[in-house]
């Protein structure tokens, strides 16, 4: 039986009535595609696109804004065929999943970035407009006056820092189809206040978001310790020997060890979910033959 997982990211927040609105929205239009026998793909992508229209998470809508303002958005999708595509510091296109599922079916590349990616987009007909929202707008104005000490701006020592006191949020999904499919995607706005063209691990295949023939899984957290550590890949490559939840549960220990927090979900070829978070909160929900689940059940 089909079956999908998505998490709305892990971090230091403490997740509500309007995050599990968000996921049971993403979870019930994957759960339509692969009752009538849509791929995996087709249901990382439909459950993604729904939280990057949700304002709630820090994707699409609503993404974080770096230090000059901007919303630079990352995204990749990864299918058990080890087929993939990303996009990172993309500016061009309202949904960046969707442009990533394009870089990985329209081209011989993996990753586009910047300029090349917004281009791209544009050519591919994607829907553009305006992500800031005015609470992301805010939050921007409140925390550049932090960065500022004699006019210049001092931001390296803190941006670790102010992830940890903002949360970080990032949204994904794993799901296996009817076929027996596997898929993973990830999508992100980024750190706040992240310095212009910086890309995080929601880009990167085999950090936040990895697929194989056993298992696929997405990442949350902080993306320049996910990507040292390429946690997703190592979960995924675990989950063929020990299952995906031990695999998860391994990948979150070595997090622990080396000092850093960070999130999973991931499913496994016998369409078994799993999740894990070694952060203050990550919101998360699923849909499978047994009905549906979040992190506030």
């Not at 998505?6 to 995050?19: Q, S």
């Not at 979870?27 to 939280?51: N, Q, T």
């Not at 390429?230 to 979960?235: D, H, R, T, W």
Request: hydrophobic share 45%.
């Amino acid at each position: 039986m089909p079956s999908i997982i998505v998490h709305g990211g892990a971090g230091a927040y403490e997740p509500g009535k309007e995050h599990e609105r968000g996921l049971l929205a993403a979870v019930d239009a994957a759960w339509v595609l692969l009752e009538s026998g849509g791929s995996a793909a087709d249901a990382v992508e439909a459950a993604i696109v729904m939280m990057e229209d949700d304002p709630i998470f820090n994707a699409g809508l609503g993404s974080s804004l770096n230090l000059e303002g901007v919303v630079e958005c990352d995204a990749s999708i990864m299918l058990s065929d080890y087929s993939a595509g990303a996009v990172a510091a993309l500016k061009a296109a309202k949904n960046p999943i969707r442009a990533a599922r394009l870089v990985m079916e329209r081209t011989d590349h993996v990753l586009l970035a910047g300029e090349g990616a917004d281009s791209f987009a544009r050519k591919m007909g994607l829907p553009s407009g305006d992500l800031r929202t005015e609470r992301r707008i805010e939050l921007h104005r409140k925390n550049l006056r932090t960065f500022r000490d004699g006019g210049e701006i001092k931001f390296m020592p803190n941006l670790r820092g102010l992830a940890d006191e903002m949360g970080i949020g990032t949204v994904g999904a794993a799901a296996m189809d009817a076929e027996g499919r596997l898929a993973a995607g990830t999508s992100t706005g980024g750190m706040m206040m992240k310095v212009p063209g910086r890309v995080g691990d929601g880009a990167v295949i085999g950090a936040g978001t990895y697929a194989s023939p056993h298992a696929a899984a997405s990442a949350t957290g902080h993306g320049e310790a996910i990507m040292r550590h390429l946690v997703a890949k190592g979960a995924v490559g675990a989950a063929g020997d020990i299952g995906v939840r031990e695999a998860v549960e391994s990948a979150l220990e070595i997090g622990r060890f080396h000092g850093f927090g960070f999130g999973m979900v991931g499913v496994e070829e016998n369409g078994a979910t799993a999740l894990g978070f070694a952060t203050q909160a990550m919101s998360w929900a699923e849909r499978t033959d047994d009905g549906r689940r979040t992190f506030l059940e």
